[in-house]
């Protein structure tokens, strides 16, 4: 199948606690009590980074109403959190469609640290409340030849 150019963008929410634990469909076994961003995450990624983004895929991850077929063509997966800043990047390996209402989550691992410096940075997105969005590839500066000192990773906009 041919990769799209566009990355799926998967808006963490305020943490919330679940009324009872899930699997989490990245990782068989894993369960969770909790999702969403919250500032405890942070912190966390100040002491551990590599683990501080598992945790975010980890939590972010869940099952959302999005085209399965979309998602799976594109090459990348970012979670933003409220304030649309990258908090993890994910490889897109494929989608799990859950059976009861057709929600569908992104299954694929957390890349490796060749987009470290994309973390942290503010990504422009459209305005949809919608938890799931689609950014063209072509609008974001690949991390190798981002600023260190950029504050977003979207190529800005012409004048």
Same mark, same amino acid.
């Given at each position: 199948?041919?990769?799209? !150019?566009?990355?799926?963008? %998967?808006?963490?929410?305020?943490?919330?606690? %679940?009324?009872?634990?899930?699997? #989490?469909?990245?990782?068989?076994?894993?369960?969770?009590?909790?999702?969403?961003?919250?500032?405890?995450?942070? /912190?966390? /990624?100040?002491? !551990? $980074?590599?683990?501080?983004?598992? /945790?975010?895929?980890?939590?972010?991850?869940?099952?959302?109403?999005?085209?399965?077929?979309?998602?799976?063509?594109?090459?990348?997966?970012?979670?933003?959190?409220?304030?649309?800043?990258?908090?993890?990047?994910?490889?897109?390996?494929?989608?799990?469609?859950?059976?009861? #209402?057709?929600?569908?989550?992104?299954?694929?691992?957390? /890349?490796?640290?060749?987009?470290? *410096?994309?973390?942290?940075?503010?990504?422009?997105?459209?305005?949809?409340?919608?938890?799931?969005?689609?950014? #063209?590839? +072509?609008?974001?500066? $690949? *991390?190798? +030849?981002? #600023?260190?000192?950029?504050?977003?990773?979207?190529? *800005?906009?012409?004048?």
């Amino acid at each position: 199948m041919k990769r799209s !150019s566009e990355i799926v963008v %998967l808006k963490i929410r305020d943490e919330v606690p %679940l009324d009872h634990p899930e699997e #989490d469909a990245n990782s068989p076994g894993r369960m969770r009590t909790v999702i969403g961003w919250g500032p405890e995450l942070a /912190e966390f /990624e100040r002491v !551990s $980074p590599h683990w501080a983004h598992e /945790e975010v895929w980890h939590r972010s991850n869940g099952w959302r109403v999005l085209d399965p077929g979309r998602a799976v063509s594109c090459e990348l997966a970012l979670v933003v959190d409220p304030e649309e800043r990258v908090r993890c990047v994910a490889k897109v390996m494929g989608v799990m469609k859950r059976d009861l #209402d057709e929600r569908v989550s992104v299954i694929g691992p957390v /890349e490796d640290d060749k987009y470290l *410096p994309w973390y942290g940075k503010k990504v422009r997105l459209n305005r949809s409340k919608n938890s799931v969005t689609y950014i #063209d590839a +072509k609008d974001v500066i $690949p *991390p190798d +030849k981002l #600023d260190p000192g950029a504050d977003s990773i979207s190529v *800005p906009k012409a004048a």
